[in-house]
């Protein structure tokens, strides 16, 4: 398992997102709350599916696409408005974060074979 | 138009719905964020909905169902965590606030004839 | 009162706000969540008050700053992600929506006068 | 570390906390938004800690009180509206999710001595 605590650089990273804290991410105590960080990984994961086409298909089982199946924060520093972030994901790999993604298979609830474009764009190999 | 500023009693509500206030709708004020009253709306225009089968339909031209237009809010007092809430409804008028719904024509974006059991749910005559 | 079916032009805002739509802020339905138009209201709002000096004083009365005591938004069309917004702001009205904010005495809970430079900031006389 | 597949079972737990799901918890898939779990274990974990009064307190430093260092959360199965939850917390483990929480020196940052009473709660020893 990946040792969190390493801080990895940023050339370790294959994608970046760009993220405009909001005023209304602040929770009572001031600054950024510990669920919206969330909501940040996310919007990351999301835009870096869509850059490598890794949207819902329709396979021979029905709809297919990716899902997340688990995922960790370590919360390193408080976040406060305003801010400009910028959110990097790699392959198993998430700066200050972890997610386990998988590919679902929607109307079955199974988890077919990664189709292999995939698996090439995520892995870069 | 209503004025809002006269306060309604109870028997003028057709439909009450709970809403549990959580920590996180608070906002960095350390009160309930003016946007939350708008979900604590909708959750009670929801449960409305579903109580008078008032869902997404497939009429003739596509699927059709309702559609919030326009709403306004009138804060009357601040909410603070932790609270147990109970939000009213009636047709035409919502206690401290007023949404305007349409029934949608969604796939063709028309505005079709509200079905006329809808029409006597709403209004109840 | 200001007729919001009417559609203001860009020259009649004396503030714009940039907002980047997330994916988290669509709902069931596939689109911008009703409620989350008012986080943007809210961050155009924010950001129009820190541009004019608009925050948090403490006057002798206690601290004052603006609160929001009533809001309209009229729903012209769906927003999807993804989406870059840019939000109008004016005294008085709203690019789709209203606001009305009051200079609020936090301590007191009462309303005191509007400091001689936000009133100027304000209406821009 | 625990193994989180291990699926412990209601005694194993000090403390339930019910959340009803609101409409707007669900996103575009049509369902509870992975990063809404989040709030929902933010609920109990505030619930648990005022009930045992781990609330904020001014020590010698200044104001000391909770926050979370890290979290993780497995996604068992997929959760939908309408619908009752009920979320349990223990110590160190929390049912489907993990929170790592620090008494924290809000003023100077650092991690003072857990105070011995919350110590006692805590750990119910």
Redesign the interface.
């Known amino acids: 398992m990946t040792d969190h605590r390493t801080h990895p650089t940023r050339p370790d990273f294959r994608f970046w997102w760009?993220?405009?804290v909001?005023?209304?991410d602040?929770?009572?105590m001031?600054h950024i709350?510990?669920?919206?960080h969330?909501?940040y990984l996310?919007?990351v994961r999301?835009g870096f599916a869509?850059a490598i086409g890794w949207g819902i298909r329709t396979g021979s089982g029905g709809r297919q696409g990716p899902?997340?199946?688990?995922?960790?924060?370590?919360?390193r520093r408080q976040v406060f408005?305003?801010a400009e972030l910028e959110v990097g994901v790699r392959c198993r790999e998430v700066r200050g974060g972890s997610s386990v993604v998988v590919w679902l298979d929607y109307d079955g609830g199974r988890a077919p074979e990664i189709p292999p474009d995939l698996r090439q764009a995520l892995t870069g190999s």
Chains 1, 2, 3, 4 share one sequence.
Do not use: C, K, L
């Open positions: 760009p993220v405009t909001r005023w209304g602040m929770d009572a001031g709350n510990n669920v919206v969330f909501q996310e919007s999301i869509d899902a997340v199946v688990s995922q960790t924060y370590h919360y408005y305003p």
